[in-house]
């Protein structure tokens, strides 16, 4: 958790750097699971700045049956253009049954 607040702060300070402003959101976003496989994580970035964005990182709170907490995951994502959308995903290693954005940090 100590780790999650220094990369938050970190991404936070960052950002308060002057010249254009990236502005990213994350639509999409959904767990895909084929048979009984761990489900695999994927989303759209999509980039409402004017600025290119060359790194982002999605944070993404997983969840279990219950609807409680399970850990935290980080998506990184590259290079997506003003304006712009890139699809990302990620292959889980746990039994998720839902995720809930928590986070867009713009490196």
């Known amino acids: 958790m100590l780790r999650f607040s ?10 308060a ?8 959101d994350v ?14 994580l994927t989303g759209y ?5 004017q600025a290119p964005i060359t790194s982002a990182d999605v944070f993404v709170t997983l969840y279990d049956d219950d609807n ?6 980080i998506v ?6 003003a304006g ?7 292959r889980l290693d ?3 049954s839902g995720a809930k954005l928590k986070f867009v940090g713009v490196n």
């Open 6 to 15: 220094l990369v938050a702060a970190l991404v936070l300070a960052l950002s």
């Open 17 to 24: 750097c002057g010249g254009p402003t990236s502005q990213a």
């Open 27 to 40: 639509s999409g976003l959904k767990l895909q699971r084929e048979g009984r496989s761990y489900p695999t």
């Open 45 to 49: 970035l999509v980039n409402q700045g």
């Open 68 to 73: 409680r907490p399970l850990e935290d995951v």
């Open 76 to 81: 990184q994502v590259r290079s997506v253009a």
């Open 84 to 90: 712009d959308s890139t699809r990302f995903e990620r």
């Open 94 to 96: 746990l039994q998720a």
